[in-house]
């Protein structure tokens, strides 16, 4: 072969080489961009994916503000026992930030002994919690009146959130569920001290006459605790801290407020309610001795003596009833009740809900009052058996239960001046004045039998009534002080105008 056909062959032989390299490494630049594209491509898949779970998460979050109906029947993630595991840690209560503990020299333990039904005890709590905290003693969780007419057994912790009322206070007042063990000790030995304290007294009588006793036997038992603290002359700490221990202090246990705001819902559901605080119950009538309507024939009033006697701790045994009615002293009865309500322009069609125990005389004497408002409910007309089976025969749960709802009612109207409608009354005066009716039974008896003789006609009956109570509605004023006379007075509950928000002041917090 010569030397150019040679020098062609070998030329040839290199092209096809470098034609055959270069297709080697397109290829495999082809191949790596589509290998790379691949990548890319499941990148932006993941990316996209996450992105569109970010914003159903978003959107399920804003559908639990906006309400469950925006995802109306989505599938759910959760079976059924995750989805009620949610709602169960939804419900815990948020943690609350508690006030620090008072830093103080202890003085010693008081002990006390509540007496009376629910809404005095009530009372009595605020006071001796009070005068604990001033004295700078150490509280015992206070032990409820179990011998009283309505024998009832509950505890304070079947009536009232035991561990709210101990930590809520806790700034003020160390309380104690019950003694440490040494000094629980030196109580079963009998090493304290019992007494009751004087009624209406000023926290001066506590600091110079109870503090030395506290400190002398290390633990004081007040066996007595009604009206024990002064309605006036007191200073505003003393006061505010009474309102406190009332409006905050004091919660119901969680199984009564439940009741309660279902109580309160299903009322709301069909309108305006008013609560009547009918105090014409057996014990009420025996105690006051008021048995105006009672039947003859069935020996009503003779029943009502035998009741007033067989209880020693009631002093005043002879009464004579009339008299004690014309000065204002009795609860109205049934039909008294239904002719004021009537006078006062109270709606015929307004739910009426009955806020005591049972009515003497049954349905004969509630009858002029049904009559008069159809709408007449109670606490076991509105729920099931069922749903009162726990504080079924424990007076003070059930009065717990139509206190939430009096508090809550749209109108008041009290038709005695006992610890129920006083504490009420005060209640509603903190939480903006709601109409509370207080009426002068004085008046209106005297009114009444006017109106039964014929004297007066039913327009000048009810204009008078209307007239009279215009400025009885619970609206702002100043309690009456009556010095040496503090039965007399306007009750420190009842108005508790240090602590009162009137309506043209800026807001304070108690």
């Given at each position: 072969m010569c030397k150019t056909d040679k020098f062609l062959y070998?030329?040839?032989?290199?092209?096809?080489?470098?034609?055959?390299?270069?297709?080697?490494?397109?290829?495999?630049?082809?191949?790596?961009?589509?290998?790379?594209?691949?990548?890319?491509?499941?990148?932006?898949?993941?990316?996209?994916?996450?992105?569109?779970?970010?914003?159903?998460?978003?959107?399920?979050?804003?559908?639990?503000?906006?309400?469950?109906?925006?995802?109306?029947?989505?599938?759910?993630?959760?079976?059924?026992?995750?989805?009620?595991?949610?709602?169960?840690?939804r419900s815990l209560p948020a943690k609350i930030a508690l006030p620090p503990k008072r830093v103080y020299q202890n003085n010693g333990y008081l002990m006390v002994s509540c007496n009376g039904g629910l809404n005095q005890m009530r009372a009595a709590i605020c006071d001796m919690v009070t005068v604990a905290r001033f004295m700078n003693v150490t509280l015992v969780v206070p032990e409820l009146d179990k011998t009283s007419f309505w024998n009832d057994p509950s505890e304070f912790k079947d009536?009232?959130?035991?561990?709210?009322?101990?930590?809520?206070?806790?700034?003020e007042v160390r309380i104690l569920k019950e003694l440490p063990p040494r000094v629980k000790k030196r109580v079963e030995l009998?090493?304290?001290?019992?007494?009751?304290?004087?009624?209406?007294?000023?926290?001066?009588?506590y600091q110079n006459q109870i503090l030395p006793l506290v400190k002398k036997h290390k633990v004081l038992h007040l066996n007595k605790t009604d009206s024990r603290l002064a309605n006036n002359g007191l200073p505003v700490e003393v006061q505010k801290l009474r309102c406190r221990v009332?409006?905050?202090?004091?919660?119901?246990?969680p199984q009564i407020e439940e009741l309660g705001r279902r109580v309160v819902n299903i009322l709301r559901e069909k309108g305006p309610f008013l609560v009547l605080h009918l105090r014409y119950e057996m014990d009420m009538l025996a105690f006051s001795g008021c048995s105006h309507g009672c039947n003859p024939e069935e020996e009503e009033e003779e029943e009502l003596t035998r009741m007033r006697y067989a209880y020693p701790w009631w002093k005043e045994k002879v009464i004579n009833s009339e008299v004690k009615r014309k000065e204002g002293l009795c609860p109205l009865t049934p039909e008294e009740t239904a002719l004021t309500l009537t006078a006062l322009g109270?709606?015929?069609?307004?739910?009426?809900?009955?806020?005591?125990?049972?009515?003497?005389?049954?349905?004969?004497?509630?009858?002029?009052?049904?009559?008069?408002?159809?709408?007449?409910?109670?606490?076991?007309?509105?729920?099931?058996?069922?749903?009162?089976?726990?504080?079924?025969?424990?007076?003070?749960?059930?009065?717990?239960?139509?206190?939430?709802?009096?508090?809550?009612?749209?109108?008041?109207?009290?038709?005695?001046?006992?610890?129920?409608a006083r504490v009420v009354e005060g209640h509603r005066r903190f939480l903006g004045f709601k109409k509370t009716v207080q009426l002068n039974r004085k008046f209106l008896v005297k009114l009444i039998d006017e109106f039964i003789e014929g004297l007066l006609t039913w327009d000048v009956f009810s204009s008078m009534v209307k007239?009279?109570?215009?400025?009885?509605?619970?609206?702002?004023?100043?309690?009456?002080?009556?010095?040496?006379?503090?039965?007399?007075?306007?009750?420190?509950?009842?108005?508790?105008?240090?602590c009162l928000q009137l309506l043209d002041e800026p807001l304070r917090v108690i």
């Open positions: 070998h030329r040839k032989l290199w092209e096809m080489k470098v034609r055959l390299l270069g297709e080697t490494k397109v290829e495999k630049l082809r191949s790596s961009f589509v290998s790379r594209s691949r990548m890319s491509l499941w990148m932006i898949r993941a990316v996209t994916v996450l992105l569109l779970w970010s914003c159903f998460v978003h959107l399920m979050a804003l559908g639990e503000m906006w309400g469950p109906r925006l995802f109306k029947g989505w599938p759910s993630c959760f079976n059924q026992h995750d989805l009620s595991t949610v709602i169960e840690m009536i009232f959130d035991v561990d709210h009322f101990i930590t809520s206070l806790r700034d009998g090493m304290y001290h019992a007494m009751p304290p004087i009624s209406w007294s000023n926290m001066s009588y009332n409006f905050n202090g004091l919660k119901f246990t109270i709606d015929r069609n307004v739910q009426l809900y009955i806020a005591a125990g049972e009515i003497y005389g049954g349905e004969r004497r509630m009858k002029a009052l049904t009559d008069a408002f159809p709408n007449v409910v109670r606490k076991e007309t509105l729920l099931d058996s069922s749903d009162l089976d726990f504080c079924r025969n424990h007076s003070s749960q059930m009065a717990a239960l139509d206190y939430l709802v009096a508090v809550e009612s749209d109108i008041f109207v009290p038709t005695n001046d006992g610890n129920m007239a009279f109570h215009s400025t009885r509605m619970g609206s702002p004023k100043r309690r009456l002080v009556i010095p040496n006379k503090p039965k007399e007075e306007d009750y420190f509950y009842a108005n508790p105008q240090e």
